[in-house]
């Protein structure tokens, strides 16, 4: 095995072959990165060596279980129904091998381990035209390359069928010099949508049962009770085995690591922080409804003005559903707290609806065009602008969105908009109150209102922000991506966390730059509104979609002593969501659903932060409370890997930072799956991107007052 560290190869021998360059013996817990990746070596021979199939990918060993019981997709079929052997779902496992550091700085070994169902359709798509199935449309893989040839295959996807051209494939959004392959050497895409159209011609008798019992038992090897189960017995037979990873290295595997045991890495449930209800700071409430409903908003006698002026967007087919529950929103439903008591506003000055003969975005110009004339003949402008569209709507780009057509347009003209699907409008009451409530919400944060305020620790005089957040345009899955970068500012003030009056999105290639010009711009402008002093503690905090690399950091650095600020401390925070660990409560028997399920069950408490290392933290921002269905299965945490370039390395302070910002969405009244420093920036950066379709649309169009409230939410 080798290993790279720094500019020296490191080659371990497995057997007493002679080695290259110089021969060292080292203890083997000085080289915890070295044994890691020996136990996965180990790993995959002992499990080719049981004529398992095994994959391989990004350094990860998957096995895939060949139990019967295992087989979903064949064991969800009807008695009497044989689905061939190509097709099947069948759950696998997932190992990776990391290092964790303890609190007393030893560093131990650890193999994550994860369960979860996996797709198979491995007959090549010859053999599905062959039974008359219409592929156009779907994208393909092929088999590649692989040094291993006891693993399973490695497909590569190569791009989307556009139409049949005999026994070969012609194909569009396609890598490069592949704009055709031969049927037999094509494999379909294995995803769950995919696996229903095959379903569909392989038994179109049968193939809704079956896909309804298949979604039931995928769910089940989702939840936390049966992955939990399925790790404890791979790992109890790994504890059996005695691996040999090299010449006089021998290892045992442990137990799991558990809360109940020593060797449990340190651990914090963080409490939701106090959320403030007015500039004083003196009215404050953990839950930020209570707190609305009790206190009013935090600017509650600064918001101006407090009667509206309203207009409302919609298809004339549908003006008396929208009128009543534009009504519903103003005031509430039956014994429920609406948007205006809510928020401490009067009626309407202006209310007033204008219709779109159909649903198409020209006519919804049409409709906007009349309000702008209409509020214009009255010498008065609109302050909130709601638009009833329909589901499929989000699926159409640029000047045939009805929304983003409507957005765009009153964002020129200074004006809040607010999208509402006539199927939310629709709800029963009992789904209903919850939307009104967070579309009330988001709607004041949009008018430029502060709902509440977040404390800040003032242990450190200023303190900034930065969060990173990207979108990602799907237009094309194998072309080029265009990737855009929102930015995020908060600052510290008397006390409270401060959203940044100026945000933007950029081309991802131009990020780095984007946020110097940010970090001046916000640093100038707080040193001059807190009236700095040369001497004051300065304390720059990143949280960041990627991992900042060294030359984004120094150029951090040499920025800061550049504004005469060479002593500011530094945190470089990765936010990771893409990893292999799971938490599990055993305790939490999980939160009813709808039906009288269980939903959550065995997810760790919300807040519940684990320390892996100096640099590492896992943290949960998804309880059982958060969790949207039964079927959605275990919540994962998220990753908080800290640069290692960070002066401020107070991992225990920022998590607890992030869990905070995780509570401050005035998006919606629910938690966060990420803190707003970046979810805000994610917001944003989608918005701008697709607004940028949309025919005469300028940023110019926020550079005004409306681009200093949440207009992206």
Not at 400 to 405: G, K, M
Not at 412 to 418: C, D, L, P
Not at 473 to 493: H, L, Q
Not at 682 to 709: C, H, Y
Request: proline fraction near 5%.
């Amino acid at each position: 095995m080798r290993t790279r560290t720094g500019e020296y190869t490191e080659v371990i021998a497995r057997t007493d072959a002679d080695l290259p360059g110089d021969v060292l013996e080292v203890e083997a817990g000085e080289v915890p990165h070295i044994v890691a990746g020996l136990v996965r070596e180990w790993l995959l021979d002992h499990l080719l060596g049981l004529k398992r199939p095994v994959m391989l990918r990004h350094h990860r060993v998957m096995l895939i279980s060949n139990k019967d019981t295992d087989d979903l997709l064949h064991t969800s079929a009807p008695n009497g129904v044989k689905l061939p052997a190509w097709l099947g779902v069948r759950v696998a496992y997932t190992f990776d091998d990391r290092v964790v550091v303890r609190a007393d700085g030893h560093r131990d070994v650890v193999l994550v381990c994860e369960a979860r169902s996996r797709i198979f359709i491995d007959a090549p798509v010859s053999d599905l035209l062959e039974r008359h199935m219409n592929v156009t449309g779907l994208y393909v893989r092929r088999n590649s390359s692989q040094s291993d040839a006891r693993l399973m295959p490695r497909r590569e996807l190569v791009g989307r069928i556009r139409e049949v051209d005999g026994s070969d494939l012609r194909l569009d959004d396609h890598i490069d010099d592949v704009e055709m392959i031969a049927a037999k050497e094509a494999f379909l895409e294995p995803r769950a949508e995919v696996l229903e159209r095959v379903l569909r011609v392989v038994e179109p008798h049968c193939w809704s049962d079956i896909v309804t019992k298949l979604s039931r038992k995928r769910a089940t090897v989702a939840s936390g009770p049966d992955r939990l189960k399925r790790m404890a017995t791979m790992f109890e037979y790994l504890a059996k085995q005695k691996p040999l990873l090299a010449p006089g290295l021998a290892v045992d595997f442990g137990s799991m690591i558990s809360v109940r045991r020593d060797r449990f890495p340190p651990s914090e449930t963080i409490e939701k922080p106090e959320l403030i209800f007015d500039l004083g700071g003196r009215k404050t409430d953990r839950w930020n409804q209570r707190g609305l409903d009790t206190h009013g908003p935090s600017d509650r006698y600064q918001f101006t003005p407090k009667q509206l002026n309203i207009a409302v967007i919609c298809q004339k087919a549908k003006e008396g559903r929208v009128e009543t529950f534009v009504e519903r929103l103003l005031s509430g439903l039956p014994g429920k707290v609406g948007f205006l008591q809510r928020f401490s506003l009067e009626r309407p000055n202006l209310k007033q609806l204008f219709t779109s003969r159909t649903a198409s975005a020209k006519d919804y110009l049409i409709a906007c065009n009349e309000a702008l004339d209409w509020i214009t003949d009255k010498g008065k402008t609109w302050n909130l602008v709601l638009v009833q569209i329909d589901d499929g709507m989000a699926a159409l780009n640029g000047d045939d969105n009805p929304y983003l057509v409507t957005k765009a347009f009153f964002l020129r003209h200074g004006a809040a908009v607010q999208d509402v699907e006539l199927e939310t409008m629709e709800q029963s009451p009992e789904q209903l109150v919850y939307s009104l409530n967070n579309i009330g919400l988001a709607s004041y944060a949009k008018l430029g209102g502060i709902p509440w305020l977040l404390p800040a620790d003032q242990k450190v005089a200023h303190e900034l922000v930065f969060g990173l957040g990207s979108y990602q345009a799907n237009t094309s899955r194998m072309g080029p991506k265009r990737r855009f970068v929102g930015i995020t500012t908060v600052f510290t003030g008397d006390g409270r966390y401060l959203l940044g009056s100026r945000t933007r999105a950029v081309p991802f290639e131009q990020y780095t730059e984007e946020l110097l010009k940010a970090i001046q711009r916000a640093v100038d402008e707080v040193r001059e509104q807190q009236n700095w002093r040369p001497d004051d503690p300065v304390r720059l905090v990143f949280h960041a979609f990627k991992p900042m690399k060294n030359a984004e950091v120094c150029a951090v650095q040499k920025l800061m002593e550049g504004l005469g600020l060479a002593h500011a401390k530094y945190a470089f925070v990765h936010v990771v969501d893409a990893h292999p660990f799971l938490l599990f409560d055993e305790e939490q028997r999980g939160a009813n659903a709808p039906g009288g399920s269980k939903k959550g069950v065995m997810a760790p408490p919300r807040g519940l932060c684990l320390r892996l290392s100096r640099h590492e933290a896992l943290l949960a921002l998804k309880g059982a409370n958060e969790v949207k269905l039964a079927s959605d299965g275990l919540p994962r945490p998220v990753i908080l890997r800290l640069h290692r370039n960070s002066t401020f390395d107070d991992l225990v302070y920022l998590s607890r930072q992030v869990f905070a910002f995780s509570c401050h969405s005035w998006r919606s009244f629910f938690p966060a799956p990420m803190p707003i420093t970046i979810g805000y920036s994610e917001m944003m950066a989608e918005k701008l991107r697709l607004l940028q379709d949309v025919d005469g649309w300028s940023e110019d169009a926020i550079g005004g007052l409306i681009g200093r409230t949440r207009w992206f939410l």
